[in-house]
Every structure is written in structure tokens, then in C-alpha cells.
């Protein structure tokens, strides 16, 4: 069974990724949604490879916003997708290519502990204005707080040096200026630009699965064509 390992970013569960989650496994495909949020970049970059590494034939990997930094640290990917993600190169963070925007610093919020958490209002302007209100009070309600540093952590290795990938550019994001993100897409093999904010996975899932399931079936092609299977 074709696999996707799916990566969300700071202060995202895995329960945001549901949709596309669920209508990939419909279409056949295993879908795997790692939990981040380990303290540091390195250990989140640890909790995806394990789960890459579980899987038997190398999967596809997308690495949402900050998820772009763990996915360029991750060994063992068919192919890598930047989903108004982040494409550090040696020695660079994600908080050094840019960071976050304006607005989206505006809506983070210290708490006691020295995490961050997001203003809820602020939060659904900035991560979903492009969905319907009920829909980014929903979103809102799943994100949770996050431990600091995460975003200054560089990468070990970078997969995109050697792996295929596909940068998608939001073009209404609010949260990462589109003009970096363009910078960064042209590290990757590949771009594509949606009209959407920060979160399609929230608003547009169906652009998600429709682009995995065309990179899922490119891969299956070139393995008929290779007239092997690549196993772990």
C-alpha cells in the first residue's frame, strides 16, 4: 500500500490533518500522521523517522510550515513536499530564513512556563482566514501550546539536496510571507502556487489529496518503469 507521512507545524495537532488523512485511506493509501511537539527539532525530526522507518517501501513526506525543517532533517523519503513550509539549508533555522510573519508574531502569546500559545481570535485571522468561521473555530479549538526553540533548531542532514520535492506556495498566506516562500520553493524540484492561506489542509483539503495522490501515482509509474520495488 502507497504512503504519506503527513507533518504538521507549530502549535498543530495531528487531528488537523484528519480530512486529508481519512480521504487518502478511502483512496487506498496508508496515511501516517506523527505527533510533533517533542521539545525540540531534533526530537520531533526522531519521532517522524521512526515513523518513516516503520513503514516498507519509502513514503512520501509533507512537511507543513515549521514541518519543513523536520522533513529536511528525515532520511529515507520517495519524495518530500513544502506546504508553506519552511527549506532551511546548512546552518540555516526556519527563525533564520524569516520566521514567522508580522500578524502571526501579533497573535503569539508568552505563558508562565516560557511556552507560547495563540490568541484564538488572532490565531483563525491568520492561520484560517481564508476558511468558513465555523470551520477555523474548530481549528483554533485543536491548537495548543508550544515549547520555545523549536523554530532556531537546524537541521542535521537535508534530504532536499538529494530527494525529489514539490514546494506548493499559498499564496494568501498570512502566516509566512509568500514572497519567502517563493525564495525557498526554488530550492525544490518542483512548485506549485494555490490561491489559499496558510492551512489548506483545513480549507481545501481536496487540493492536498488530489496533489498526493498525482505524486503517488508518478512514483508507482517510475517503479513499473524501473521494473523493481525499492524495500527497506
Not at 51 to 74: F, Q
Not at 77 to 82: E, K
Not at 191 to 212: A, K, M, N
Request: glycine residues 10%.
Amino acid at each position: 500500500m502507497p504512503a504519506v507521512v503527513l507533518v504538521h507545524g507549530l502549535y498543530h495537532r495531528p487531528e488537523h490533518f484528519a480530512v486529508v488523512a481519512e480521504r487518502l485511506r478511502t483512496a487506498g493509501s496508508e496515511a501516517v500522521v506523527p505527533e510533533l511537539h517533542r521539545g525540540s527539532l531534533p526530537a520531533d525530526t526522531a519521532a517522524v523517522q521512526a515513523a518513516v522507518d516503520a513503514l516498507p517501501e519509502p513514503p512520501i513526506v509533507l512537511g507543513h510550515s515549521y514541518g519543513g525543517s523536520v522533513i529536511t532533517g528525515v532520511r529515507g523519503a520517495s519524495h518530500l513536499v513544502y506546504l508553506a513550509a519552511f527549506v532551511p539549508d546548512v546552518g540555516e533555522s526556519a527563525a533564520g530564513l524569516g520566521g514567522t510573519s508580522p500578524q502571526l508574531q501579533d497573535a503569539i502569546s508568552p505563558e508562565p512556563d516560557g511556552s507560547t500559545s495563540l490568541y484564538a481570535d488572532r490565531a483563525a485571522a491568520t492561520l484560517y482566514g481564508d476558511c468558513p468561521e465555523p470551520l477555523a473555530a474548530w481549528a483554533v479549538d485543536l491548537l495548543r501550546a508550544q515549547a520555545p526553540g523549536c523554530g532556531r533548531g537546524v537541521p542535521e542532514c537535508h534530504s532536499w539536496k538529494r530527494t525529489p520535492s514539490t514546494y506548493v506556495i499559498c499564496a494568501q498566506d498570512r502566516a509566512i510571507d509568500p514572497g519567502l516562500q517563493r525564495k525557498m520553493a526554488s530550492r525544490c524540484t518542483d512548485v506549485r502556487e494555490w490561491q489559499t492561506g496558510h492551512s489548506p489542509f483545513v480549507g481545501q483539503p481536496d487540493l492536498i489529496v488530489e496533489l498526493l495522490r498525482e505524486l503517488l501515482a508518478t512514483n508507482a509509474a517510475h517503479r513499473r518503469d524501473e521494473g523493481a520495488t525499492p524495500t527497506r
